[in-house]
DNA sequence: CAGCCTTTGAAGTTT
DNA sequence: AAACTTCAAAGGCTG
């Protein structure tokens, strides 16, 4: 794996996601006996991302970025164009379910033997109708699709693409069977046993079970399934979601759903193209249904919270084949929408904690604002006890600075705290130690959204009932001497 | 019914 | 360049 041993020095801000690694206690076990070094996943974080940009011909962020300009109009092309497509090929198909082809098998040329690890590392990526996955996406995708190159890609795609050997084309890359889909071998068919088995992937039977008959899917009929999830090579992809909304309520509305003639049949909709999964959103995907049923919760945010502690709570080796994964999305994502960015897609959602933090007189803001509201140097004072000038952790917190010492050493007594003269605390910084997990605190926890000043005047009622979900799952799981982690850090 | 919650990471924008 | 923001998924919940 070159990307392991390129030593680029290059560590991408990982220090803090390795500190905040490292302070799992549970994890402290694992860590000495893994071959991994912390440095070693930081470099294959970076790595990672290098080489999906470094890697690639010299241009391909570059080509992204130069189509950036003209790019509004391409989209609209784009989009158009897919809606034309759209139109066209809509014969049907695609209207009772989405094509989603929710394994893939993913032989790894970047690590050793083609896999990350043994089988348990073969991942296969579910994506169910409402969001397939990419790359399982690629399972549909004849060799036609991408030999020599898809029409909307510039042809010296191949160039400017992965620096890859040129005959890894996608359907190569992947694997795909010779012939497309339509010949696929049943044992990479619609809900069949994957290749690469997941060996604790609980959710697999969940997702699986919960899409429609296998009958209902147009699998192999690629050239039938262009719709608003397709790409304008009659490509269909997950990114793809018509801009009616979110798309989960358009999975469970439209492709989920049987019946919707009538919703089909209105305005073609604009298709959006939607982010590629980063390596902890394929790691939600794929483990969210083992949660779900572990820990008899269904509400998203706890299980989010449980899922991010696992999340911290996995080998380096686990978390870095999902990295790998994360880092075909991007690729693969770059090969089908080029033109695309991230930027799209920004303001599609409205952020009122936009409106909220605008108000927030007391945000302390950045490390910046919070100097220069204690009178202190912007270049030489630290924003409080923490001693970072990076950034204040009392800000992470979403407190005020509290004590922050000047260069001279003196201490500058903080302003208010938001509420009540306390400072919200940081979860994963109970007040007081803990007994039960004093390993867990993270001597610099990763700054996270809901580090930040939030206005906790009363709680929320969906606090609450998330409250009581989590507990009510932590009862359930202590009835069943369960032992699974369903643990949540104690908040606010 | 849009948006919130909640997580991490990628990529965007702002300072 | 660092800091900050937005969006990816998910589904219950709120106003």
């Known amino acids: 794996m070159p990307q ?28 000495q006996e893994n071959a991994f070094t912390e440095r070693d996943l930081a470099d294959l974080k970076s790595s990672l991302v290098n080489e999906s940009e470094t890697n690639q011909s010299p241009n391909a962020a570059a080509v992204r970025r130069g189509q950036q300009n003209e790019h509004r109009g391409y989209q609209e092309k784009h989009r158009e164009h897919l809606d034309g497509v759209s139109k066209h090929q809509d014969g049907g198909m695609y209207k009772t379910a989405y094509p989603g082809y929710p394994f893939l098998m993913l032989p790894d040329p970047y690590i050793p033997n083609g896999s990350m690890s043994p089988s348990s590392n073969k991942v296969s990526v579910v994506q169910q109708s409402h969001g397939m996955h990419p790359l399982t996406s690629l399972l549909p995708y004849s060799n036609d699709h991408f030999n020599p190159s898809p029409p909307h890609l510039p042809t010296d795609m191949s160039q400017k693409g992965v620096h890859r050997p040129q005959s890894q084309d996608i359907s190569g890359f992947y694997s795909l069977p010779q012939g497309g889909v ?55 992809h997950p990114a793809i979601v018509p801009p009616s909304g979110k798309q989960d309520h358009y999975d469970r509305n439209v492709y989920a759903k049987p019946h919707q003639e009538p919703k089909r049949e209105k305005e073609p909709k604009k298709p959006v193209i939607k982010k590629p999964l980063n390596a902890f959103m394929l790691y ?27 999340w911290h709570a996995l080998t380096r080796e686990e978390q870095a084949k999902y990295y790998e994964l994360a880092r075909k999305e991007r690729q693969l994502h770059m ?26 007189t007391t945000d302390p803001g950045s490390p910046k604002k919070c100097r220069a509201r204690f009178g202190l ?25 509290a004590s922050p010492t000047s260069s001279d050493g003196s201490a500058i007594d903080s302003p208010p705290s938001p509420v009540d003269g306390v400072p919200p605390q940081h979860p994963s910084l109970p007040s007081s130690p803990s007994p039960a ?28 009932s998330l409250k009581a979900l989590i507990e009510s799952s932590q009862q359930h799981d202590n009835l069943h001497h369960h032992h699974h982690d369903c643990t949540l850090p104690k908040s606010h």
């Not at 090969?335 to 108000?359: F, H, M």
């Not at 867990?440 to 929320?460: D, F, G, N, V």
């Open 284 to 310: 939600m995907k794929e483990m969210r249904a083992k949660v779900i049923a572990e820990c008899t919760l269904k509400e998203s945010a706890a299980i989010n919270q449980i899922l991010g502690r696992r």
């Open 4 to 31: 392991l041993s390129s030593g680029g020095g290059d560590d991408l801000g990982a220090n803090d996601e390795m500190i905040s690694f490292k302070d799992e206690g549970d994890q402290d076990e694992k860590i």
């Open 437 to 464: 997990s004093p390993s867990h605190i993270p001597l610099h926890p990763k700054p996270s959204k809901q580090h930040t000043p939030r206005i906790l005047s009363k709680p929320k009622t969906t606090e609450l």
């Open 377 to 401: 140097n912007q270049q030489t004072d630290w924003c409080g006890p923490c001693r970072r000038k990076k950034k204040c952790i009392r800000y992470l917190q979403g407190g005020w600075c």
């Open 182 to 236: 339509g010949q696929m071998p049943p044992s990479m068919g619609w809900q069949s046993q994957p290749v690469y088995p997941l060996s604790s992937c609980g959710f697999r039977q969940p997702y699986s079970s919960s899409l429609p008959n296998s009958s209902s899917y147009p699998r192999f009929s690629h050239s039938l399934m262009l719709g608003p999830g397709m790409h304008s090579t009659g490509i269909p």
């Open 335 to 360: 090969q089908l929408y080029p033109s695309w960015s991230a930027r799209d897609n920004y303001g599609k959602k409205k952020r009122r904690k936009r409106e909220k933090q605008q108000d927030s």
